[in-house]
């Protein structure tokens, strides 16, 4: 290609790209402004609001620190079906990230229906699925273990499948270059790369866990929720104060030693 033409060939293509960009940047203002006008949004109705916020903060203070003896064993069961919905979901997410990874199983018709319904399942939200498995199996802590369950496959089973693509492929040629089957294949040539990966993916699940299980309860699904229903369904705003102030005091320190845990496997 001579000189001129390569010239012109690349003011053409910086142009379409202008073109490209310009268009999406129009685009994406039209959709905020529409966003603002059908959603009904308006300042000088936030602004009418703000003040009862700040009164509903100062029906809060101080905190009822005597509720603490009723709340300690249901943040104990929010903690326990975080851990056993955390520990179910890691096992499970591990044949669901290798379905899914394009390299790991060669195969388009298992590759692409594996990740279309993964996709599929991580837009339902947890409360919605904490709510189908509330009438499935009634109030209790099995539906909120079971909604945490699925929502950490999708959690790890997207971050694993992403980083299985990205390892190094030297490692699983050799090996196949040896005659090596798949399960020598895997163990040896994926599982040492991928390892601090998917412990890490493991620790920010369970971080996830934790904040959803406190929530899950205002559907039934067991949990520290429950006391958050309640106590702001009676009015008893001190109560609540100290329900949050607890769940913010665990979650603090479980994200603290998580993510301590997360820089030493990094």
């Given at each position: 290609?001579?000189?001129?033409?390569?010239?012109?060939?690349?003011?053409?293509?910086?142009?379409?790209?202008?073109?490209?960009?310009?268009?999406?940047?129009?685009?994406?203002?039209?959709?905020?402004?529409?966003?603002?006008?059908?959603?009904?949004?308006?300042?000088?109705?936030?602004?009418?609001?703000?003040?009862?916020?700040?009164?509903?903060?100062?029906?809060?203070?101080?905190?009822?620190?005597?509720?603490?003896?009723?709340?300690?064993?249901?943040?104990?069961?929010?903690?326990?079906?975080?851990?056993?919905?955390?520990?179910?979901?890691?096992?499970?997410?591990?044949?669901?990230?290798?379905?899914?990874?394009?390299?790991?199983?060669?195969?388009?018709?298992?590759n692409i229906p594996a990740r279309f319904i993964l996709n599929i399942v991580r837009t339902i939200p947890d409360l919605l699925l904490?709510?189908?498995?509330?009438?499935?199996?009634?109030?209790?802590?099995?539906?909120?273990?079971?909604?945490?369950?699925?929502l950490t496959i999708c959690i790890i089973g997207k971050l694993l499948y992403e980083s299985?693509?990205?390892?190094?492929?030297?490692?699983?040629?050799?090996?196949?270059?040896?005659?090596?089957?798949?399960?020598?294949?895997?163990?040896?040539?994926?599982?040492?790369?991928?390892?601090?990966?998917?412990?890490?993916?493991?620790?920010?699940?369970?971080?996830?866990?934790?904040?959803?299980?406190?929530?899950?309860?205002?559907?039934?699904?067991?949990?520290?929720?429950?006391?958050?229903?309640?106590?702001?369904?009676?009015?008893?705003?001190?109560?609540?104060?100290?329900?949050?102030?607890?769940?913010?005091?665990?979650?603090?320190?479980?994200?603290?030693?998580?993510?301590?845990?997360?820089?030493?496997?990094?």
């Amino acid at each position: 290609m001579t000189a001129p033409v390569q010239q012109n060939y690349d003011t053409y293509l910086k142009r379409k790209m202008s073109l490209k960009t310009s268009f999406t940047f129009v685009l994406l203002i039209v959709l905020i402004v529409w966003s603002f006008i059908y959603t009904g949004f308006n300042v000088g109705d936030l602004m009418v609001g703000l003040p009862q916020i700040g009164d509903l903060f100062a029906q809060m203070i101080p905190p009822d620190m005597s509720y603490l003896s009723q709340i300690t064993q249901p943040m104990l069961d929010t903690i326990r079906m975080a851990i056993v919905s955390t520990v179910l979901g890691s096992i499970v997410s591990i044949p669901v990230a290798l379905l899914c990874a394009s390299n790991i199983v060669q195969k388009k018709w298992i590759n692409i229906p594996a990740r279309f319904i993964l996709n599929i399942v991580r837009t339902i939200p947890d409360l919605l699925l904490a709510a189908i498995f509330v009438a499935v199996f009634g109030i209790g802590q099995i539906p909120g273990i079971l909604a945490l369950f699925i929502l950490t496959i999708c959690i790890i089973g997207k971050l694993l499948y992403e980083s299985l693509e990205t390892i190094d492929p030297g490692p699983m040629e050799a090996m196949t270059a040896v005659g090596a089957n798949k399960v020598k294949w895997i163990v040896y040539g994926v599982v040492p790369q991928a390892i601090s990966s998917f412990a890490s993916y493991v620790l920010y699940a369970f971080e996830v866990n934790i904040r959803a299980s406190a929530v899950l309860g205002l559907v039934g699904a067991g949990g520290i929720g429950l006391f958050y229903d309640q106590t702001l369904g009676l009015f008893q705003y001190p109560k609540t104060a100290t329900i949050i102030l607890f769940t913010l005091v665990i979650v603090v320190i479980i994200d603290y030693v998580s993510t301590k845990v997360r820089e030493q496997l990094a």
